[in-house]
């Protein structure tokens, strides 16, 4: 091995593994720790793909999560990431028409005449 820091090959050891599997090791040279080989960490693209279409055709976060063994909180952040690159929604400079529904909506307060 060769210390990324001060370049030593002579006096390089061993001291345990990280999370992802990877071997750690510290120059007593230096005292510098570092890993050699670096494992990739995360979920393929593929699984972020699958992730936002899911929540596009309507799944909720937590089924997202269920189905594909991850953190709902995860998929959340998937989809805001991919929100933010979206370009923005066309908006016409000037309105001719506009058509209402059924849906009753108020301006205000709601007047309840409930009085206690």
Request: charged share 25%.
């Amino acid at each position: 091995m060769k210390c990324p820091k001060c370049e030593s090959q002579t006096q390089q050891h061993k001291i345990g593994k990280t999370e992802a599997g990877s071997q750690r090791y510290r120059c007593y040279r230096c005292g510098a720790s570092y890993t050699p080989q670096k494992k990739t960490q995360g979920y393929s693209e593929t699984v972020r793909r699958k992730a936002n279409q899911l929540y596009v055709d309507g799944t909720n976060l937590r089924r997202i999560g269920r189905q594909l063994e991850i953190n709902p909180q995860t998929v959340a952040n998937w989809v805001k990431e991919y929100a933010e690159k979206l370009p923005a929604a066309p908006v016409p400079a000037q309105v001719h028409k506009a058509e209402m529904d059924e849906l009753f909506t108020f301006i205000g307060d709601k007047k309840t005449g409930f009085m206690s």
